[in-house]
């Protein structure tokens, strides 16, 4: 867990950096932290892998990735470890995770794939299944049709208004 | 249309984005090009909605607690009980997928009894069953991703 003022300072990121001469400035200002320990902060958080990544932040849709298809797997227990690991190597991948099971839900390894069209992720499943030895066990696609609602992670509820859905 | 410098500033800078005082200048040393030309092109993919913002990428349950959650919505009732959830602050996420279940959607919250409050308050409200799929491992190690922007 993170202490308060790092918490505070991801919650800024969180809102995007601004397009100006001087971000970490400016960001730092809406919580009386100075430039110097803004970037020392992030640069220490993204060290201990409490940042991910740092940078833009990109929209599939508008950029001609029309498919989204989220995967979901029935793995033995055992084999979710290598095989999350090795789905994660492929570059069509954009998240791979385990989840619980549950009845009516018998899933456990699930990723997510963003293509130019439905037909290009089909054929870049095809690919995962045939290099990860996945064709036995039963499986899921489920395409994405209507966004609702699509917003980074904000974790000081009430911190922003809803963004748009475009991406 | 996209321009060469539009292109780089999508694919290249991702991950590793400058912690330095003036990281947009960095940028445009790197691209040869003058920092006016890097804010002014990133302040258009902005408008243009082609980027959602310059930010970070945080694993999940590092700061408060989070869950995937899906539903069975019968198809005509499915936009108003999707305006309902979407209306909840802690929904971060909400998309139909062509499936029975087929309203998935991220709840998010500072700790597990109000993640739990917002739940229960979503079942009912809209009287359908919420199952609810935390993340228990994460395997994905994001470096962004590549776009093919050749045609755009």
Redesign the interface.
Known sequence: MLETRDRELLAQVQLGLPICPRPYAEIGADIAMPEAEVIERLAALKQKGLIKRLGVIVKHQPLGYRANAMIVWNLPDELIKPIGRQISEFAFVNLCYQRPKHDEWPYNLYCMIHGKDKATVLKQLEALNEACGLSAYDREILFSRRCFKQRGAIYQVGAVSNRDCRG | MLTDLHKQ??ND?????P???????DIADRLGVT?ADV?GT??EL?D????????????PN???V?T?A?MAVPELQLQTV??K??AY???????????R??L???A???DDPHLQAVIAAIEQDTGYRV?Q?????????????????Q??
């Open positions: 500033l999508l800078f991702q991950r590793d984005f912690l330095s005082a003036r990281p947009y200048q920092e804010l990133l302040t902005n243009q909605h082609f980027i959602s913002r310059i930010g970070a990428i945080i694993p590092h700061i408060g989070s995937l899906t999707a305006d959830i979407s602050p802690e929904i971060n996420h909400n998309y139909e997928r062509e499936h279940f087929n998935w959607f991220v998010i919250a500072t199952l799929l935390p993340l228990l491992d994460d395997f994905f190690i994001d470096l962004g991703f590549k776009l093919d922007l045609h755009a």
